[in-house]
């Protein structure tokens, strides 16, 4: 027995998530993490599923901080396809069960979405075009589609915003528009285009109309005739209402012309016209996340130290709760008031509690707050006892040693290991500083 997961449930299971934003029970943030460096810095390590690294904290010991991913930072997108004359374009077909592997929509001038109902003069089915595409598609009038002097017909679909542009458009991805727009065709279950799939032989050479049969109204069409056999199919009226059509060549002599007519969305089809169901027909199984870290995100993120992993988390819980975060920005590392006893601490090396004998990772030392920044906490991890009043903490590396004063611990925004890791990369450095930030564009496939 074989199986297939339909497109409608990859679809419906893409805006699903993309809805679960936009819900007051369901927050996700941009956690990152690892200032330490990888053993080879140009090669990171790569992530893995696993329970060490899932459910006993792993990803959790190194976080420095996170950000709330809003539902205004998700959106639907699809593969980017620029538009460059002298290229063959895959032509939209309703029965062609890998059209959102093939290049059939383009971008044109960066900003307008075209679909490619046809790519040629000529359609033989079973057969792939070499007509290649040297008109570029320009016109952006609903519910048209023009025969370029290519032979290509293009329908446009939509534009995207110049605030998608910023948010969404990548060399790689483009926003695809979740809603309807003015580009609907209202001729469901339309027949643009009909392609051959035998041209038969002994036909008088001329023009002749095709004999229809089917279960929409008004399509027509006529077949030129040369050398006794069907050259091309031209579509006088597209219809509407088709889901099936059988089209026949009675007249004019001869026998074995066949054909394929192209339908539309619509009819008994979930999408009902081109742009009716943009997703749907776009192919929108993606969905981009787009988050910003601006400078030090009001003192929660460190810009003086770097990190190597960014992750995504589902409803990680506040500090020593149960209660789903909420607050926009997280800080993840425990911080110590302390005093500088000698020498100066360094990034990244481990400091060791003289008392307690608790260890932990240095990010950062705000000297002009005295307070010392911290991962891979023992303390917070609960294998030792906490910091002790006046003990004396001492750098690993650098020999320098600082005195812990007690009273003004604060301890992770976020409860380490609550909620559910999404996403996890690894990647060399990213180097933060106070007046850079960095735009993260994550995408999920579903």
């Known amino acids: 027995m074989t199986a297939i997961i339909t497109n409608s449930y990859r679809i419906h299971n893409a805006r699903q998530f993309e809805e679960e934003f936009a819900e007051a029970n369901q927050i996700f943030y941009l956690g990152i993490g690892r200032p330490a460096p990888w053993s080879t810095e140009s090669s990171p390590d790569t992530p893995t599923d696993t329970f060490n690294q899932m459910n006993n904290g792993e990803l959790w010991r190194d976080m420095i901080g996170a950000k709330k991913i809003l539902s205004t930072d998700v959106d639907t997108v699809v593969p980017r396809v620029n538009w460059t004359t002298g290229t063959v374009y895959d032509m939209y077909q309703h029965d062609d069960t890998a059209m959102f592997t093939k290049s059939f929509l383009v971008l044109a001038d960066g900003v307008n979405v075209y679909k490619c109902i046809r790519n040629g003069l000529v359609g033989d089915a079973g057969t792939s075009s070499t007509t290649t595409s040297t008109v570029k598609p320009d016109h952006v009038t609903p519910n048209t589609t023009p025969i370029e002097s290519d032979g290509y017909m293009w329908r446009f679909m939509y534009t995207v915003s110049s605030a998608n542009i910023t948010k969404y458009l990548t060399t790689s991805w483009m926003p695809v528009i979740s809603s309807t727009n003015s580009a609907v065709d209202t001729n469901i279950g339309s027949v643009h285009v009909v392609l051959l799939t035998a041209v038969g032989s002994g036909y008088t050479n001329g ?179 906490a910091w002790t009043n006046g003990e004396t903490l001492t750098g690993g590396t650098s020999g320098a040693t600082v005195t812990y004063s007690a009273g003004t611990v604060d301890n992770p925004d976020l409860e380490p290991g609550s909620g559910l890791i999404l996403y996890v990369e690894n990647r060399a450095a990213i180097v933060r500083s106070a007046d850079q930030s960095e735009d993260f564009k994550i995408i999920f496939e579903f």
């Open 207 to 385: 023009t002749v109309s095709l004999g229809v049969s089917g279960d929409g109204t008004g399509f027509a069409a006529n077949v030129t005739i040369t050398s006794n056999s069907v050259a091309n199919v031209t579509v006088t009226n597209v219809g509407t209402g088709y889901t099936q059509l059988t089209l026949t060549l009675s007249s004019g002599g001869g026998s074995g012309a066949t054909f394929k007519p192209i339908y539309s969305p619509g009819g008994k089809l979930a999408a009902r016209g081109h742009g009716w169901d943009l997703e749907e027909e776009c192919g929108g199984f993606y969905r981009l996340l787009n988050c910003k870290l601006e400078f030090g995100e009001t003192s929660t993120l460190t810009t003086s130290n770097d990190y190597r992993r960014v992750m995504v988390i589902k409803n990680p819980y506040n500090w020593g709760t149960t209660t789903i975060a909420t607050v926009v920005n997280r800080r993840q590392t425990q911080r110590l008031t302390a005093a500088v006893v000698s020498g100066t601490l360094v990034a990244d090396e481990t400091v060791t509690g003289g008392t307690s004998a608790a260890t932990a990772k240095v990010v950062e030392w705000d000297a002009a707050s005295t307070h010392l920044f911290l991962t891979n906490s023992s303390v917070v991890e609960g294998l030792t006892t």
